[in-house]
């Protein structure tokens, strides 16, 4: 079975500053791992993800997240962030076999990016 | 293509009555599936459908039903709603394992509440 862990629920940062939204998985199997944003009232949209090969994976946004097997993390990071950045954070794992395309969420990550 | 679509976007029940939430999409994914969200919890996976006329169960599936008559449509069924299931419900789809794809892509949610 795979879970997954986001230990920080709240991470406010200021406009321009770093941020790191951090995510952990336990799986007995290789996985496939998701960040997916929702702006206020709309649903989830992809970020980014990683299948195979570089352990490193960029957004469109500036957003990238870097795959560490032995850490079984997928930490998302963003060197300078914007207001429009302020959004819930989840990052998610799917497998393999009957249902492979099941996703498990973590619990969430609000990040508000303060003026 | 309007993507992922779903109906009603608000709906209020009074415990023990039942109704349907429509999910449609039009891309011709194989995979559907339903996710509940409340707060502190994430994503949870209620039913879900790897093709017309195979469903299957998720992490909560008591109290719905579902059924996968065609490819485009994947309905919810609450059967005698009950005020644990206030939550907001999302919709979503996939190209499946075939599609050589794992990601998902969501419909805008119906929030519902159960007085």
């Known amino acids: 079975a795979q879970s997954v862990t986001q230990l920080d629920s709240q991470v406010p940062v200021f406009e321009e500053a770093p941020v790191e939204l951090r995510c952990n998985y336990s799986?007995?199997?290789?996985?496939?791992l998701f960040w997916y944003v929702q702006y206020p009232n709309q649903g989830l949209q992809l970020l980014l993800k990683?299948?195979?090969?570089?352990?490193l994976v960029e957004s469109i946004n500036g957003f990238e997240a870097e795959f560490n097997k032995s850490q079984t993390s997928f930490h998302l990071r963003k060197p300078s962030v914007h207001i429009s950045d302020t959004a819930e954070y989840f990052c998610?794992?799917?497998?393999f076999g009957t249902g492979a395309n099941n996703l498990f969420f973590g619990t969430g990550t609000r990040l508000t990016v303060i003026p | 293509n309007a993507g992922v679509t779903q109906t009603p976007k608000f709906q209020v029940l009074k415990t023990g009555q039942s109704m349907t939430l429509q999910c449609a999409q039009d891309?011709?994914?194989?995979?559907m599936s339903w996710y509940r969200q409340d707060p502190g919890m994430g994503l949870r996976l209620i039913h879900y459908?790897?093709?017309?006329?195979?469903?299957d169960q998720g992490e909560v599936p008591n109290g719905y039903n579902v059924s996968r008559s065609t490819t485009e449509d994947f309905p919810l069924r609450l059967l005698s709603a009950a005020p644990s299931q206030t939550s907001v419900y999302f919709c979503?789809?996939?190209?499946?394992?075939?599609?050589?794809?794992?990601?998902?892509?969501f419909g805008p949610g119906t929030r519902l509440t159960v007085l």
């Open positions: 459908s790897v093709g017309a006329g195979i469903t």
């Open positions: 990683y299948l195979s090969g570089s352990t």
């Open positions: 979503a789809s996939s190209p499946g394992l075939s599609g050589g794809a794992h990601e998902q892509f």
């Open positions: 998610a794992v799917s497998g």
């Open positions: 799986s007995s199997v290789s996985v496939y």
């Open positions: 891309m011709n994914h194989e995979y």
